[in-house]
Protein backbone atom coordinates (compact mmCIF):
# COMPACT_ATOMS: atom_id res chain seq x y z
CA UNK A 1 0.00 0.00 0.00
CA UNK A 2 1.21 3.10 -0.88
CA UNK A 3 1.14 6.38 1.20
CA UNK A 4 0.87 10.04 -0.77
CA UNK A 5 2.52 12.91 0.88
CA UNK A 6 0.53 15.95 -0.28
CA UNK A 7 1.69 19.73 -0.05
CA UNK A 8 -0.28 21.54 2.93
CA UNK A 9 -2.78 23.98 1.58
CA UNK A 10 -1.49 27.64 0.67
CA UNK A 11 -2.30 30.23 3.32
CA UNK A 12 -2.91 34.03 2.28
CA UNK A 13 -1.12 35.21 5.05
CA UNK A 14 2.50 33.03 3.68
CA UNK A 15 2.47 34.80 0.14
CA UNK A 16 3.68 38.48 1.79
CA UNK A 17 2.00 40.34 -0.27
CA UNK A 18 2.44 43.93 -0.73
CA UNK A 19 0.57 46.80 -1.59
CA UNK A 20 1.93 48.63 -4.61
CA UNK A 21 2.14 52.82 -4.72
CA UNK A 22 0.28 52.37 -8.50
CA UNK A 23 -2.88 50.91 -7.62
CA UNK A 24 -4.00 54.17 -5.88
CA UNK A 25 -4.18 55.81 -9.06
CA UNK A 26 -5.36 52.66 -11.23
CA UNK A 27 -7.65 51.12 -9.00
CA UNK A 28 -8.52 54.29 -5.62
CA UNK A 29 -7.03 51.88 -3.21
CA UNK A 30 -4.93 52.48 -0.56
CA UNK A 31 -3.09 50.14 2.32
CA UNK A 32 -4.53 50.84 5.61
CA UNK A 33 -4.18 48.05 8.61
CA UNK A 34 -2.13 45.60 6.41
CA UNK A 35 -5.65 45.02 3.79
CA UNK A 36 -6.38 47.40 0.95
CA UNK A 37 -9.16 49.65 1.23
CA UNK A 38 -11.28 51.15 -1.13
CA UNK A 39 -11.35 55.29 -1.65
CA UNK A 40 -14.39 55.65 -3.26
CA UNK A 41 -16.82 53.18 -1.22
CA UNK A 42 -14.47 52.66 1.72
CA UNK A 43 -14.33 48.42 1.43
CA UNK A 44 -11.75 46.12 2.32
CA UNK A 45 -10.69 43.84 -0.33
CA UNK A 46 -10.39 40.81 1.57
CA UNK A 47 -7.01 39.64 -0.15
CA UNK A 48 -4.22 41.75 -1.21
CA UNK A 49 -4.08 40.99 -4.88
CA UNK A 50 -4.07 43.37 -8.05
CA UNK A 51 -6.60 41.31 -9.70
CA UNK A 52 -9.28 41.25 -7.08
CA UNK A 53 -8.34 45.02 -6.67
CA UNK A 54 -9.22 45.51 -10.56
CA UNK A 55 -12.30 43.20 -10.39
CA UNK A 56 -13.63 45.70 -7.71
CA UNK A 57 -12.87 49.04 -9.17
CA UNK A 58 -14.16 47.85 -12.72
CA UNK A 59 -17.63 45.90 -11.43
CA UNK A 60 -18.40 49.12 -8.93
CA UNK A 61 -16.97 52.15 -10.13
CA UNK A 62 -15.29 51.25 -13.49
CA UNK A 63 -17.61 53.35 -15.79
CA UNK A 64 -18.25 56.33 -13.23
CA UNK A 65 -14.22 57.18 -12.36
CA UNK A 66 -12.65 55.16 -16.24
CA UNK A 67 -13.68 58.86 -18.01
CA UNK A 68 -10.48 60.66 -15.50
CA UNK A 69 -7.28 61.10 -17.00
CA UNK A 70 -3.59 60.89 -15.37
CA UNK A 71 -3.54 64.28 -13.60
CA UNK A 72 -7.34 64.30 -13.28
CA UNK A 73 -7.24 60.32 -11.21
CA UNK A 74 -4.27 62.39 -9.30
CA UNK A 75 -6.16 65.21 -8.04
CA UNK A 76 -9.24 62.69 -7.18
CA UNK A 77 -7.43 60.14 -5.41
CA UNK A 78 -5.73 62.81 -3.29
CA UNK A 79 -8.77 64.40 -2.63
CA UNK A 80 -10.91 60.79 -1.42
CA UNK A 81 -7.47 60.37 0.43
CA UNK A 82 -7.60 63.45 2.22
CA UNK A 83 -11.80 62.79 3.24
CA UNK A 84 -10.69 59.20 4.39
CA UNK A 85 -7.91 60.80 6.69
CA UNK A 86 -10.42 63.33 8.01
CA UNK A 87 -12.98 60.43 8.66
CA UNK A 88 -10.13 57.99 10.92
CA UNK A 89 -9.36 61.70 12.69
CA UNK A 90 -12.83 62.42 13.79
CA UNK A 91 -13.58 58.99 14.84
CA UNK A 92 -10.13 58.59 16.55
CA UNK A 93 -10.86 62.25 18.30
CA UNK A 94 -14.17 60.67 19.70
CA UNK A 95 -12.71 57.47 20.92
CA UNK A 96 -10.30 59.31 22.75
CA UNK A 97 -12.70 61.69 24.46
CA UNK A 98 -15.05 58.26 25.51
CA UNK A 99 -12.03 56.89 26.94
CA UNK A 100 -11.27 59.94 28.97
CA UNK A 101 -14.82 59.98 30.27
CA UNK A 102 -14.50 56.55 31.27
CA UNK A 103 -11.70 57.49 32.97
CA UNK A 104 -12.74 60.26 35.02
CA UNK A 105 -15.91 58.31 36.18
CA UNK A 106 -13.59 55.50 37.24
CA UNK A 107 -10.89 58.25 39.32
CA UNK A 108 -14.23 59.84 41.07
CA UNK A 109 -15.47 56.40 41.83
CA UNK A 110 -12.09 55.66 43.76
CA UNK A 111 -11.88 58.96 45.51
CA UNK A 112 -15.24 58.80 46.61
CA UNK A 113 -14.82 54.93 48.10
CA UNK A 114 -11.77 55.54 49.48
CA UNK A 115 -12.58 59.00 51.13
CA UNK A 116 -16.06 57.91 52.91
CA UNK A 117 -17.35 61.17 51.85
CA UNK A 118 -20.67 62.28 50.59
CA UNK A 119 -20.34 64.15 47.26
CA UNK A 120 -21.89 67.10 48.73
CA UNK A 121 -19.09 68.36 50.77
CA UNK A 122 -17.59 71.53 49.21
CA UNK A 123 -13.94 70.37 49.49
CA UNK A 124 -14.07 66.99 48.63
CA UNK A 125 -16.51 67.72 45.57
CA UNK A 126 -14.13 70.66 44.80
CA UNK A 127 -10.83 67.57 44.55
CA UNK A 128 -12.95 65.19 42.50
CA UNK A 129 -13.88 68.17 40.13
CA UNK A 130 -10.26 69.15 39.74
CA UNK A 131 -9.17 65.41 39.06
CA UNK A 132 -11.89 65.11 35.86
CA UNK A 133 -10.59 68.55 34.24
CA UNK A 134 -7.50 67.13 34.74
CA UNK A 135 -8.45 64.13 32.83
CA UNK A 136 -10.61 65.67 30.41
CA UNK A 137 -9.33 69.07 29.56
CA UNK A 138 -5.81 69.05 30.69
CA UNK A 139 -4.75 72.18 29.49
CA UNK A 140 -7.13 74.43 31.13
CA UNK A 141 -6.05 75.15 34.61
CA UNK A 142 -8.93 77.63 34.87
CA UNK A 143 -10.47 75.24 37.52
CA UNK A 144 -8.18 75.11 40.40
CA UNK A 145 -9.07 78.94 41.17
CA UNK A 146 -12.46 78.00 42.00
CA UNK A 147 -13.07 79.38 45.73
CA UNK A 148 -15.79 77.15 47.95
CA UNK A 149 -15.30 80.10 50.87
CA UNK A 150 -19.05 81.13 52.04
CA UNK A 151 -19.02 84.54 50.89
CA UNK A 152 -18.99 83.74 47.57
CA UNK A 153 -20.82 80.65 47.24
CA UNK A 154 -24.15 80.60 47.76
CA UNK A 155 -26.37 78.35 49.23
CA UNK A 156 -29.42 76.68 47.11
CA UNK A 157 -32.26 75.86 48.67
CA UNK A 158 -34.59 73.45 46.76
Known amino acids: MKMSYSKPKRKVDDEHRQFQERWTLQYFFV ?5 ATCLICKEKVAVLKEYNLKRHYSTKHGDQYEKYQEDERKKRATQLQ ?4 SQQTLFYKAKKDADAAVEASYVVSEMIAKAGKPFTEGQFMK ?3 LKVADILCPEKRTCSTISLIG ?3 GRADY
Open 127 to 129: DCM
Open 82 to 85: RELT
Open 151 to 153: KYS
Open 31 to 35: EFNGS
